[in-house]
């Protein structure tokens, strides 16, 4: 079985420029998570939805950062415009209705904003 | 203050060491507990759940106290392939959240 599947794996961009991030939850799943790690905070969960419904965006750290999930299955996590404080992993993970034991990790996007 | 938190070591503890790792939870809702590992330049995976009675996967062994709000973690005859950061989570119900502690990191050496 497919995991949760992220894209791009690896982007370099300018500040100022938009990035999207992108990721296909494993099917079945109908929880999504979007978590940012650095070293200097960890794992930051920054928005996460329930059947396609955004439920807490409260770690979303600013208006530069959006997420959408269009449907059950794909998600985005845009940032417009980038700065370099924003340069970090940006995991998104899934669960199982009812299964919120055990979340589902993506590789990540790696992130750098130069 | 963090909802839960870790000692980030670094851990550098001799091949075949016992090795232990707590972790501080300051949510009294969190109704379940996990610990995660997570190798370099990797994603989190779910290394085992962790039961109030505690439980026991091989050479690792989980503790949660409630009334301490702690979580432990131990590690016996530690391999060099345990080396890792070891992330302590807790997951709060109703709202379907993760909250992940900042790591531990261990090496384990020769």
């Known amino acids: 079985d497919a995991g949760v599947i992220q894209s791009p794996r690896h982007e370099v961009t300018e500040m100022g420029q938009e990035v999207t991030l992108r990721c296909k939850l494993i099917?079945?799943?109908?929880?999504l998570f979007w978590y940012r790690q650095t070293m200097m905070r960890g794992l930051e969960l920054l928005i996460y939805?329930?059947?396609?419904?955004?439920?807490?965006d409260s770690g979303m750290p600013e208006d530069r950062f959006s997420a959408k999930m269009p449907n059950a299955s794909f998600s985005t996590l845009k940032i417009q415009p980038s700065e370099p404080r924003d340069s970090a992993v940006y995991f998104c993970?899934?669960?199982?209705?009812?299964?919120?034991?055990?979340?589902?990790f993506g590789e990540g996007s790696w992130l750098t904003v130069v | 203050r963090k909802e839960v938190e870790q000692d980030p070591g670094p851990f550098n503890v001799p091949e075949g060491a016992t090795v232990a790792f707590n972790c501080t939870y300051s949510?009294?809702?969190?109704?379940?507990f996990f610990w995660y590992r997570q190798d370099c330049r990797k994603e989190p995976k779910l290394l085992m759940s962790?039961?109030?009675s505690g439980n026991e996967d091989g050479r690792f062994t989980a503790q949660l106290n409630r009334a301490s709000q702690y979580i432990s973690l131990l590690i016996r005859d530690s391999k060099l392939s345990d080396s890792a950061t070891y992330l302590c989570?807790?997951?709060?119900?109703?709202?379907?959240?993760?909250?992940f502690g900042t790591g531990t990191q261990l090496k384990v050496e020769l």
């Open positions: 993970a899934s669960t199982l209705p009812n299964g919120g034991n055990t979340i589902y």
């Open positions: 099917s079945g799943h109908n929880s």
């Open positions: 939805f329930n059947n396609n419904v955004p439920i807490d």
């Open positions: 949510n009294s809702a969190s109704q379940s």
């Open positions: 962790v039961y109030s």
């Open positions: 989570v807790g997951f709060t119900g109703g709202g379907n959240k993760l909250t």
